[in-house]
């Protein structure tokens, strides 16, 4: 079990930086051992215990430098511990801030295999003009249906501005990739650059359905109101 004064320095490391606060974290001691867990995602945590030499603390620690996991020996001091804790945290924080993009790029796959799903193969091919013509017309009424929820949702007069002026830019720039992609690529595009607006449905699902119900016809033209004169 570590000494009081041990302690305090782990305290002391907590507060020391302003993104965490010590209620945040569980510290737990047992014979021989020593937890500290945050509380809100509990896999993170940093366990020391005797080591197998003597003088010698084993560190088990997540997340660790770069991978999910580190474990390595350290002094038993107070200072090797002290340090151990500072640069777990230091990884704790950097991971934490990553985690909404992680998120974001799961959300991107799973509406990306959701809509595949639901459409089958994507063509290997490319837009006509036709067609291209028919995505820029049908991306204004997909924007025009994201706009309905952000005018609706969003908590004020500068978040509201500011979620209009992103999606007429993203808008914009698939109305412009639409003759430089093929369509399967164009659809994953679709899905990374307008995903982010899910956020404004409350519930993911009804942003799909709001995508598939645009984007259907286009990838799928025999379940278009109408049919390429130029075919």
């Known amino acids: 079990m570590l000494r009081e004064s041990a302690v305090a320095k782990i305290v002391e490391a907590i507060q020391g930086r302003a993104f965490f606060d010590v209620s945040d974290f569980d510290l737990k001691a047992s ?12 896999e993170y945590h940093v366990h020391l215990s005797h080591g197998s030499q003597d003088g010698a603390l084993d560190v088990d620690l997540s997340p660790g430098s770069v991978m999910r996991t580190d474990e390595y020996s350290i002094g038993a001091d107070i200072g090797s511990i002290v340090e151990a804790v500072r640069s777990w945290l230091g990884f704790l924080e950097i991971d934490l801030h990553a985690e909404p993009v992680a998120r974001q790029v799961q959300d991107q796959r799973r509406a990306l295999d959701e809509l ?46 500011a979620a209009l002026a992103r999606l007429e830019a993203e808008i914009d720039n698939l109305k412009e990739s639409a003759e430089a992609f ?13 995903s982010g ?34 075919e």
């Open 116 to 161: 595949q799903e639901e459409f089958g193969e994507l063509p290997d091919r490319f837009f006509t003009q036709y067609e291209a013509a028919e995505v820029r017309r049908r991306l204004d009424e997909l924007a025009e249906m994201i706009r309905g929820h952000i005018e609706q949702e969003a908590v004020d007069d500068a978040e509201r501005a």
């Open 31 to 42: 014979t021989g051992s020593y937890t500290i867990t945050y509380r809100h995602t509990p």
């Open 182 to 194: 093929k369509v399967r690529v164009w659809v994953s595009k679709v899905v990374s650059k307008l």
């Open 197 to 230: 607006f899910g956020r404004w449905y409350g519930d993911n699902r009804l942003w799909l359905t709001d995508v598939a119900k645009v984007v259907k016809p286009l990838v799928l033209p025999e379940s278009a109101d109408s049919n390429d004169p130029s």
